[in-house]
């Protein structure tokens, strides 16, 4: 079973930058990287889990509109450690991330992270 470990955040000030981690257990790097596509989500209370970033076996990056040109997702297959890069944040990315793994082919098989606080304030 894949455990996935998020850190990272904190409180920043707007138009800071903030390196979120999430490190994955339980499996080999090479099947991890392979198999597994990764995807960063964030969760506002009250609100519905968004979507925020997706980088697939392939390393192809996708992200959503609100955050596109300032968030990178990336992976160290060495650590097994998927990473989001937050620059130029905003006080409306104030939220708890989380980072999901799921298999490419078995819809059964995903796995989260228990969040880590993001805090975009003054």
């Known amino acids: 079973q894949v455990q996935l470990v998020e850190s990272g955040g904190g409180l920043v000030q707007p138009g800071g930058s903030l390196r979120l981690s999430c490190a994955a257990s339980?499996?080999?790097?090479?099947?991890?990287?392979?198999?597994?596509?990764t995807a960063w989500y964030r969760q506002v209370p009250g609100k519905e889990r968004e979507w925020v970033a997706t980088?697939?076996?392939?390393?192809?990056?996708v992200y959503a509109d609100s955050v596109k040109g300032r968030f990178t997702i990336s992976r160290d297959n060495s650590k097994n450690t998927v990473y989001l890069q937050m620059n130029s944040l905003k006080p409306e990315d104030t939220a708890v991330y989380y980072c999901?793994?799921?298999?490419?082919?078995?819809?059964?098989?995903?796995?989260w992270g228990q969040g880590t606080q993001v805090t975009v304030s003054s």
């Open positions: 980088l697939t076996t392939s390393s192809i990056t």
């Open positions: 339980g499996i080999m790097f090479s099947d991890y990287t392979a198999l597994y596509v």
């Open positions: 999901r793994a799921q298999h490419r082919r078995i819809s059964t098989l995903g796995y």
